[in-house]
């Protein structure tokens, strides 16, 4: 019942920040996102997945502009130990520009996010949002081209960071 009460809550409360966005004049626009997820393999640790995340995105000129480490905001507030969870923020500066020029509302995809997280099994994961394939073929050609080579460089990174290729 208690579950119940909070689901309710939960609801109330999202759509009165929604009426309350609504009235501060915020508009929307909808678009489709992808997540890609990819299990870290048993033998690859937390941080090997890291490290290989981060030269596989240097080996394709994607900037490591900085980290979240969640993990220890939520232990710091619960005082628990939390499983490790860490989002990291990768950025082609020149590709974001030409997006930007593009369509403005890019932004919203800006840094590119990698996250590497452990589950309640003790899993790791390796997960990002990817943009639709509908939001980068309606770009310039340029622009298109160039988030497609970060889109790619995004996948490799993932894949690299479960292989624990170095």
Request: proline content about 2%; overall charge neutral.
């Amino acid at each position: 019942m208690n579950k119940i009460r909070i689901l309710f809550a939960l609801l109330f409360a999202s759509i009165m920040q929604t009426a309350v966005a609504e009235d501060a004049g915020i508009g929307y626009t909808n678009v489709q996102l992808q997540i890609a997820r990819i299990q870290v393999l048993d033998s690859v640790s937390f941080d090997d997945a890291v490290e290989s995340l981060k030269l596989r995105a240097n080996q394709h000129n994607l900037k490591f502009v900085g980290v979240n480490k969640l993990y220890k905001e939520i232990e710091s507030l619960t005082g628990k130990p939390s499983k490790r969870i860490e989002i990291f923020n990768f950025c082609d500066g020149l590709t974001a520009n030409k997006m930007l020029a593009a369509d403005p509302l890019m932004i919203a995809f800006m840094p590119c996010r990698i996250a590497v997280l452990e589950d309640k099994d003790g899993k790791r994961w390796v997960i990002s949002m990817m943009m639709d394939l509908k939001l980068i073929q309606a770009m310039p050609e340029d622009t298109r081209k160039s988030a497609e080579r970060v889109m790619a460089a995004m996948k490799d990174m993932m894949v690299a960071a479960s292989q624990g290729d170095l």
